[in-house]
């Protein structure tokens, strides 16, 4: 029995990068002999166990064979007579299938390291095709690995069109695509995972609300650069930098769905794209199951981002509903979280990415002032529910408009 490191961790310190978690693959192993040293089995689909001490995860080595479609559609293969190099051949990228032995020496079959310096993502071999998930996986290591000047190898790029061409991509099920998403918008590269969902094809079978996005003209005077899909990515570029809050990021990303719905003759304007945009986040959320912190943050920057660019020219009594209408007393971190994705917004325009956003302090504030106002204990011995509602109105009104007064600038209240 044979123990190697594979996967990320041997890629990630390759790169120079700290390893976060270690996997394992056990060659010429047993279940029966795991178990006799005290290891947990945990797998599921095929035998995985913990480590007695580290908990880390050992799997045995496997083999896997398409008999079905989608990402499900796998018969695995175990057991003491599967070599190291079938293991590594399931695998998605060559970079993702280099073994490290207990002396230090590298296993490395399929030429990982040299793409590694070439800083190149490609696939093991042809049964790439067989699994669509992998079409979502190197678009997340693209996303990843941006920064280090990563990108898709041609050969892989034209197997991922093919599959999406030939329907591979509709196998897959809104959890998976969810949770690939959701770990591409943690990466500092996010927007370009969509970028490579876009250039294969599959962008539009699994996101067609973003996809619709390209193409579609904003007025030059306030977008320079015009496209609206454009936009949306350098918005969610901005979201990256202004906040590690993948829901903030998602929120920045859908804020303008609407705008694919606009009438052709109504080009560039959008007269409208708020509601339509908050029709087709519902619509995409229920067909991807989000969870509902993402699709009420979205909602919110959807509906109201317009507002809150406007903020300086809205009247306190404005504010005031904006803040009610959002729930910001109750739902202070949320309010906050839609502010930052509204300023990501603002910064997502060709040329305008480092203008100031004084519009987010601003309603921070006004919601900071308004909701220091309570109900005062003589308000409270005096009157009815109803009317201590209409006096705190009030107070949180001119609390508002005496913030107005400070901050607005140039404007007389």
Known sequence: MQVYLVGGAVRDALLGLPVKERDWVVVGG????????????????????????????????????????????????????????????????????????????????????????????????????????RILRVARF????????????????????????????????????????????????????????????????????????????????WHPEIDTGVHTLMVLDQAVRLSGDTKVRFAALVHDLGKAATPRAEWPGHKGHEERSVALIESLSERLRLPNEYRELSVIVARYHGNVHRAFELRPQTILGLLEKTDAFRRAERF?????????????????????????????????????????????AQHAGPKIAERLHERRLQSIAELAARMRPGRDV
């Open 30 to 133: 047993t279940r029966s002999e795991l178990s006799r040293l005290n290891y947990r089995e945990v797998g599921r689909d095929f035998p995985v166990f913990l480590h007695p001490d580290s908990k880390e995860e050992y799997a045995l080595a496997r083999r896997e064979r398409k008999v079905g479609p989608g990402y499900r559609g796998f018969a695995v293969e175990f057991g003491p007579e599967v070599t190291l190099e079938e293991d590594l051949a399931r695998r998605d990228l060559t970079i993702n299938a280099i073994a490290q032995g207990a002396d230090g020496s590298l296993f490395d079959p399929y030429n990982g390291r040299s793409d590694l310096d070439a800083r190149m993502l490609r696939h093991v071999s042809p049964a790439f095709i067989e699994d669509p998930v």
């Open 142 to 221: 693209a996303a990843r690995f941006a920064g280090l000047g990563f990108q898709v190898a041609p050969e892989t790029m034209e197997l991922m069109r093919s599959m999406s061409a030939r329907g591979e991509v509709d196998a897959l099920v809104a959890e998976r695509v969810w949770q690939e998403t959701e770990k591409a918008l943690r990466e500092p590269g996010a927007s370009v995972f969509f970028k490579v969902l876009r250039e294969c094809g599959a962008l539009k079978i699994i996101y067609p609300e973003i996809d619709a996005l390209f193409g579609v003209p904003q007025p030059e005077k």
């Open 336 to 380: 906050a979280q839609a502010l930052l994705a509204c300023e990501a917004d603002s910064r997502g325009r060709l040329g305008l990415e480092q203008v100031p956003y004084p519009q987010r302090e601003y309603l921070q504030a006004a919601r900071d002032v308004a909701a220091a106002v309570k109900p005062t204990p003589q308000d409270i």
